[in-house]
């Protein structure tokens, strides 16, 4: 008998855990947000440019990554990436210009759209994006996946990103402190 009048108890409280645990989850990707700065020398070469400022806006299931990179002082651009976190979404984001190793003859597919899923991992400290895309070359459009995460220090001062391209063989690794 005792232990049926306790099942109802476990249930609420295995229901006040819950809650209280996804409140949690959902305030943590809060600790992404904010501008980064790119260590150069820590990080894969992202030439030609020279500098990179990272800015992560996050309002409810929504994220924004706007990437600021630099050539010398007069070669500015912008590379802005919206996304659901729901890990379902597939966002659509224009994009102009191929900016990532753009002295090889290479340049954005012809539909100029990447197609972005994203979601928080790890209790909202890893932030991980799926993107696909059509590069174009001499031969014609060629699709392009991307895997990016973007994981945060336990002391929230570093941001490390992982990315893995379908088109090398080698990861990038970049090092970002918080502005």
Known sequence: MKIRLLSPWFACLGLVLGSSLSVAAADAPSGLAGTW?????????????DQETLTIAVTGDTAT???????GTDRKVDDTTTLKTDGKTSTANPVGYWLDTWYTNVYIGTDHQKHVTGEWLDGGRVLKLETNLALEGQQG?????????????????TLKLYELRSTRDEPLVYFFTRQ
């Open 37 to 49: 700065t790119l260590d150069v020398a820590r990080s894969t070469p992202i030439r030609p440019w």
């Open 65 to 71: 990554v706007t990437r600021h990179l630099a050539w």
């Open 141 to 157: 459009d060629h699709a392009v996946h991307i895997y990016d995460e973007f994981r945060l220090s336990a002391d929230g001062r």
